[in-house]
């Protein structure tokens, strides 16, 4: 793939048909080693034969995956499947930002999620803007925009249906949200959030500018498979299971998560299949699934939805 041969913008993606079908998109994480790559390589090949619209690569804290979420991403690209790279301004100089977005659009790439990202070390921690660095993701907009290499870029944005934990109020992260819609984004990807009310009041506050806040809002979906593990992102994200939610899965666990795994992960799947059937009944854009790089649990709510094979329950969860 070369510059002059650039991807599918991620908004033209969602507007490819798919005959009796919403679109479908999926999370990556770059690899830690080489079993951590082949399993992405192989859940790529997955997605890849089940439609996916796009595929997202995400970018670790501080530029620590930068090498890796490049090739991951080229990779991908080669498959071919349209991807979007993500960029935080976490320990970056405005200078690395620009070389890292001349790295991307070298690549071919077309797709970019601007993201200020958390602090390093400790995510929940205050946020200390990086000496000649940039410190919101607005500004990242406005230097991609600025970059004549990358002109060709389109932008996506991330939301919070449940606010930013570090809004004040849900009107002031409204106000954040437009602000980065109107610097130049197109769309924005949620936020995981276990309850579809809170999307659908996200896309109503947005909805106050016409111009801007009426662009696609993509819903951001993990299948719970471990309580332990998704409490952790919870608590990093600032998202929270609604107490009906949680009564469900401590019923299922009877006092053990350990001893009932597999009893938690059968309501995971379910939930997430009943809020993925409310999304596409309010006519959300596209389902976006948080995979953790694994396979299964996102086909087995495809399966449910009736937009793929039933998952092999030999592969890796």
Known sequence: MTATNYQLSITDA?????????????????????????????????????????????????????????????????????????????????????????????????????????????????????????????????????????????????????????????????YYTLQKLRAGAQYSITQMFFDVEHYLRLRDRLAVDPEHGTKPIIPGLMPITSLRSVRRQMELSGSALPPKLEQRFIKAAAGDEVANKEAIREVGIEVTTEMAERLIAEGAPDLHFMTLNLVRATQEVLHNLGMAPAADMDIIR
């Open 14 to 174: 969602l507007k490819r048909p798919t005959p009796g079908r919403v679109p479908f998109s999926v999370e990556f994480m770059p690899p830690r080693d080489d079993a951590a790559e082949t399993r992405l390589k192989n859940a790529a090949k997955t997605f890849h034969d089940l439609g996916a619209s796009f595929v997202s690569v995400t970018y670790g804290a501080g530029g620590s995956t930068r090498q890796r979420t490049a090739r991951i991403a080229r990779r991908l690209a080669g498959q071919p499947l349209t991807t979007l790279v993500h960029l935080t301004l976490v320990d970056h100089t405005k200078a690395e930002l620009e070389e890292i977005l001349k790295e991307y659009a070298a690549l071919g790439l077309s797709n970019l999620l601007a993201l200020r990202g958390d602090p390093p070390g400790d995510p929940l921690g205050d946020w200390i803007p990086t000496e000649n660095g940039l410190s919101y993701a607005s500004e990242l907009i406005d230097l991609v925009q600025s970059l004549p290499e990358c002109s060709h870029f389109e932008i996506g944005i991330a939301s919070f249906p449940e606010g930013h934990y570090r809004a004040g109020s849900l009107e002031q992260d409204t």
